[in-house]
């Protein structure tokens, strides 16, 4: 089973709208990731949540870890074609542990029509 | 600022043969980690090493290998090649004893075409 689960799958917005990509676990999550990925090409990495309750933000991207930090969703305002791309959530020590390997969901592929 | 670099970008290999992937780390970055993304999947954890040694072991199989070398750069061997092994191969850095967290940097990958 998919210990990090992701939704929607895929995701087909207007430019100037807003969106929301969720993340979820069954467990605990130490580490959460956010990455940005064109197909067939690296990951970018975006921001990193540690603590309950935090929020980031850079540009018009805010990523959130819910307070019993098992949920994470990443927010875009006013979306732009070049926010279009794979958006993949990413853990480390799921459910505790020291295991610094990356355990990723299965993406959300974000289209934005101009 | 320099970033991860990976060799080559792109490789066609015949079934049952071998290839050999390079990794050359951030500067100063003592961690190497190597995923396999298939078409349309998320990456998948191969394998890391801390300071040239094994750290955690994903899901490798057998017919694979890698190292860390003395100026950390990594090589990822596979052998007998099977259709399945097409993916593309990320290999990513960090720098795991001084950080508070986990960054970790990815390279651009290598796309492996085993036909």
């Known amino acids: 089973s998919q210990e990090l689960e992701q939704s929607p799958q895929s995701l087909i917005v207007q430019e100037g709208k807003n969106l929301t990509i969720n993340c979820t676990s069954s467990?605990?999550?130490?580490?959460l990731y956010w990455y940005k990925q064109k197909y067939g090409e690296g990951l970018i990495f975006l921001m990193m949540?540690?603590?309950?309750?935090e929020e980031k933000s850079h540009e018009k991207i805010t990523a959130k870890l819910d307070e019993k930090k098992q949920q994470s969703s990443l927010h875009i305002t006013a979306s732009q074609p070049s926010h279009a791309g794979i958006y993949l959530c990413g853990a480390d020590k799921i459910g505790g542990g020291s295991n610094y390997k990356l355990t990723f969901g299965k993406g959300t592929l974000l289209t934005v029509n101009p | 600022a320099a970033g991860v670099i990976q060799s080559p970008r792109h490789l066609i290999k015949e079934k049952r043969e071998t290839a050999t992937l390079k990794c050359y780390p951030i500067?100063?970055?003592?961690?190497v980690y190597w995923y396999q993304q298939g078409p349309g999947q998320d990456p998948q954890f191969l394998i890391s090493f801390y300071e040239k040694m094994q750290s955690d072991k994903g899901s490798i199989p057998d017919r694979f290998s890698a190292q860390q070398f003395s100026d950390y750069h990594s090589e990822l061997n596979m052998s007998s090649l099977e259709l399945g092994d097409s993916a593309l191969y990320f290999c990513?850095?960090?720098?795991?004893?001084?950080?508070?967290?986990?960054?970790?940097?990815f390279g651009p990958g290598t796309r492996l075409t085993v036909l």
């Open positions: 990513a850095s960090s720098l795991r004893l001084a950080a508070k967290d986990n960054e970790q940097f």
């Open positions: 500067p100063r970055h003592d961690t």
């Open positions: 949540l540690q603590k309950g309750g």
């Open positions: 467990k605990t999550l130490y580490g």
